[in-house]
């Protein structure tokens, strides 16, 4: 039987990763208590360093006290996933939502955030594919375009997945991304030659991006 | 291995559980099943298991009580590449978390059936490496015997009088796989 829900939306634009965070624990609460419906935060972090729960910083390939010279921070979260990089110009989606209201578990829920970073690189004629086992991602040839990194508490999402439109690619550099060494990282812009922060904002994409996650 | 999937269909559909056809996993476990699937008192043990809807089980065994994940959390989890333990002397309550698992990049908190005192957790997840991408643990070919994860020394046992048997727990695991 299918029934009416709703998805609350909040585009926050450039938000420090604390700040999101602390936004999200209070999120996962309101959910979990049902003050408020599912809910989709829609953002970008300035240039930002972050670990999962099993924290393998050994994947991290900068001294810390170095991280401040290149304008970075670095967090340790209770997301799963290995390290990873965020930054302004890539897309990231942290939907709070109850996986247990629709009876989801984690793996179709992963797989559906991987499908909606798909469906996205194939609005730009960008052939991408989900990971083979244990490389949950997106991916154009064996190029990484898109990262999942997801906590499910109480089963109630946070965390969730990161776009790269055009980054600056060269803080990928001092991290092995996801703790894959050997593969490269790419962007939509490196794929597709021409499509910027600027065109994919003027495009509307974050609805596609909601449609195919829930 | 058809004859063997053939029977834990049979098995599943007597218990009114659902049938995992993942590869790796197979798909009833029974305490005192040997490799060829032949059952040794199985059967029982299965059914002596409560389960909460978070999808841990629970088996008491005088005042220990083993702790786990169902098969059917870990056919929705995927491949568990990491487990969070317990300490051992920890206090667990009666539907707090009391650690996490890890598949597919996602963490996925895991909550006790009971309360009491953690006197053993399952060594063989804690020595699995942090990554491990061609074996996943335990928890998911065996879930209900080399899969456990903790013991715990029961304080209260009327606490299991709120957990479910086995086939309100396979009506449950019906009714949340027809959500979606």
């Given at each position: 039987m299918r029934f009416q829900r709703s998805l609350e939306v909040w585009k926050l634009g450039k938000i420090n990763y604390l700040e999101a965070l602390k936004l999200q624990e209070k999120l996962v609460c309101d959910r979990k208590a049902h003050k408020i419906p599912d809910t989709l935060l829609s953002l970008q972090h300035p240039p930002t360093y972050t670990l999962g729960?099993?924290?393998?910083?050994?994947?991290?390939?900068?001294?810390?006290?170095?991280l401040e010279k290149i304008g970075a921070e670095l967090h340790y979260t209770q997301r799963g996933g290995d390290i990873t990089y965020h930054g302004p110009h890539q897309a990231i989606l942290y939907p709070i939502i109850s996986l247990r209201e629709i009876g989801l578990g984690a793996r179709k829920y992963v797989e559906k955030l991987e499908l909606t970073m798909i469906d996205l690189a194939s609005q730009y004629g960008v052939k991408a594919c989900a990971g083979k086992k244990c490389e949950t991602g997106v991916w154009v040839g064996d190029r990484k375009i898109g990262a999942i990194g997801v906590r499910i508490s109480s089963g109630i999402t946070s965390h969730g997945l990161a776009f790269n439109i055009?980054?600056?690619?060269?803080?990928?550099?001092h991290i092995v991304p996801c703790g894959i060494a050997d593969k490269e990282v790419t962007s939509l812009r490196r794929e597709t030659g021409n499509i910027g922060f600027k065109a994919f904002e003027n495009s509307g994409p974050v609805v596609i991006m909601i449609g195919g996650v829930i | 291995m058809a004859s063997r999937l053939l029977w834990a269909s049979r098995a599943a559909s007597y218990l009114r559980i659902s049938v995992s056809h993942?590869?790796?996993?197979?798909?009833c476990k029974y305490a005192g099943d040997d490799e060829d699937g032949k059952s040794h008192g199985g059967l029982r043990s299965k059914i002596d298991l409560k389960y909460a809807e978070s999808h841990e089980w629970v088996k008491v065994d005088g005042n220990t009580a083993t702790v786990g994940i169902t098969d059917h959390a870990q056919d929705h989890l995927g491949d568990v590449v990491f487990v969070e333990l317990p300490e051992v002397g920890a206090t667990v309550s009666q539907g707090s978390g009391f650690g996490a698992v890890e598949s597919v990049k996602a963490t996925s908190d895991v909550y006790s059936p009971v309360s009491g005192n953690?006197?053993?957790?399952n060594e063989e997840l804690n020595n699995?490496?942090?990554?491990?991408?061609h074996l996943p643990l335990p928890v998911n070919s065996s879930p209900y015997e080399k899969g456990w994860i903790m013991k715990v020394e029961v304080k209260?046992?009327?606490?299991?009088?709120?957990l479910k048997n086995s086939d309100d727990y396979a009506k449950f695991c019906d009714e949340e796989d027809a959500k979606h």
């Open positions: 729960k099993r924290r393998t910083d050994h994947n991290l390939l900068i001294p810390v006290p170095e055009d980054p600056d690619l060269d803080y990928f550099k | 993942r590869g790796f996993a197979s798909a953690v006197v053993e957790v699995s490496p942090g990554f491990a991408p209260d046992a009327s606490e299991l009088d709120t």
